[in-house]
């Protein structure tokens, strides 16, 4: 198939292929990314795209899903082998729909639901203010203790307090494990739903370094592309202990996310992806990944600690770190996440626990291994990397975030050009380069 695309729209094709060097170049440290293998890769870009296939194998809306009803029903037995569940639906395109689909299944209008606070590290759609989730349901968010853990005391009597309808565990930016077997006593002594959303943790739950969900939940969301490694998508699974609770849990999901959400045809290509990927995860060779990953996350956690920086609750047990600058200034992430951009090293801004700055100007970065790992970095990597990024912090922790709005933009751009300027990050930027030339992307 290669060389159609520059034939074509040889604009779209040079687009393609300077990301292709940016990702090779440079050190992709946002958590939830990854680098796919191109068997998915191949998957994704083939003839499925094309199939409309509304509806489930057997049962469709559609003529000529022969082929389609294999595909999507082998990707179905792999995610129930591998995750231990006896009902998976694998059609929602996203996390966020995902996520709805289950609030369809098992809530009426208005219901209280929990989450973990968004500025905690919890995700937008377990009731955070902004979301639909807190529009539609009434929205009872728990958060950390002051150490960085989860506060389950407060858990437990908010749930007792409020009586949720369903309760999710499971974050966007925790470094903690999920205790999954004190959430799902709590959910039980108040006839709670209890939902883990392991996007984050899938590859790792799947690597066994990460306590699975299965026994302790009713269902289990997930997206497909962090360190699962899959493509984009996410999947919806019932548990034995879900089934239990309610015999017609699989099918309320189904019908939640076709017809009664918010999706229409399945993106088979995505679907035959995911199952790639679920393959690929199913191999040794996974879980030594999986364990890679941990053990690099920790070993950078704890370079950058022994470099004076913060990292919120003292460390990680999984893939990602908040790193935590309040201690030189508020509003210091999106300098951070500039100047590590012009280094060659990308991540994301992010709030930190009791954020005292905004969502957009927060006080920290968050960043992860799943993808450094793919390249097959390993910890002497951790620490060279450790030292890159301190070097970056020395060079962004003098400024300061002025409080007025106007002031901001014109501070930011000037601080900008200065970072340009800063002969510290373009040496970096040069060993970034070096270093990724050793390791390339699948
Ligand atoms: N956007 C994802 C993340 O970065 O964690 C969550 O949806």
């Known amino acids: 198939m290669a060389g159609f695309l520059a034939k074509t729209d040889p604009e779209m094709a040079e687009l393609i292929a300077a990301e292709k060097k940016r990702r090779q170049e440079g050190l992709e440290m946002i958590p939830s990314e990854n680098h796919t293998s191109p068997a998915v890769l191949e998957a994704l870009a083939s003839i499925l795209n094309d199939k409309y296939a509304e509806g489930y194998p057997s049962k ?73 989730s807190a529009r539609f349901f009434q929205s009872v968010p728990y958060h950390l203790r002051e150490d960085g853990y989860l506060d389950m005391e407060e858990v437990r009597r908010l749930a007792l307090e409020h009586k949720p309808k369903l309760i999710w565990c499971g974050a966007t930016a925790y470094s903690r494990e999920i205790p999954f077997e004190e959430f799902g006593k709590i959910a039980d002594e108040v006839g709670a739903y209890l939902a883990a959303d392991i996007a984050h943790i899938a590859g790792l739950v799947i690597g066994e370094v990460h306590k699975s969900p299965a026994p302790f939940v009713h269902i289990i969301t997930t997206t497909t592309h962090k360190t699962l490694r899959g493509p984009r998508g996410a999947m919806i699974m019932v548990t034995e202990k879900g089934m239990k609770k309610d015999p017609e849990l699989g099918q309320r999901i189904d019908k939640a996310v076709f017809p009664a959400g918010v999706q229409g045809g399945p993106h088979e290509h995505q679907i035959a992806a995911i199952g790639v990927a679920l393959k690929e995860a199913s191999e040794p060779a996974f879980t030594e990944y999986s364990k890679q990953v941990v053990k690099n996350a920790r070993t950078l956690s704890q370079e950058l600690m022994n470099r004076e920086l913060k990292i919120v609750s003292g460390g990680t047990d999984n893939h990602l770190m908040v790193l935590d600058l309040t201690l030189h200034g508020k509003g210091l992430g999106i300098f951070l996440e500039e100047a590590l951009d012009m280094a060659g090293i990308t991540v994301n801004k992010n709030t930190v626990p009791q954020e005292f700055s905004s969502p957009f100007y927060p006080s920290g970065v968050r960043l992860g291994t799943p993808a450094i790992t793919t390249r097959g970095m390993k910890e002497n990597e951790m620490a060279q990397i450790g030292g890159y990024i301190a070097q970056v912090v020395n060079e962004i922790k003098a400024f300061s975030l002025p409080d007025d709005k106007e002031g901001r933009i014109a501070y930011l751009k000037d601080a900008k050009k200065r970072m340009k300027e800063s002969a510290v990050i373009k040496k970096v930027r040069e060993e970034v380069k070096e270093l990724c030339g050793k390791f390339p992307i699948p």
């Open 60 to 132: 469709r809306y559609y003529g000529g899903n022969v082929v389609i009803d294999q595909v999507e029903k082998l990707v179905i037995e792999r995610a129930k082998k591998l995750f231990g569940v006896p009902h998976a639906n694998v059609q929602p395109y996203s996390g966020s729909p995902a996520n709805f689909a289950v609030y369809l299944a098992v809530c009426e209008n208005g219901d209280v639901i929990m989450g973990q606070n968004l500025s905690d590290g919890g995700h937008l759609t377990h009731g955070a203010k902004v979301n639909a």
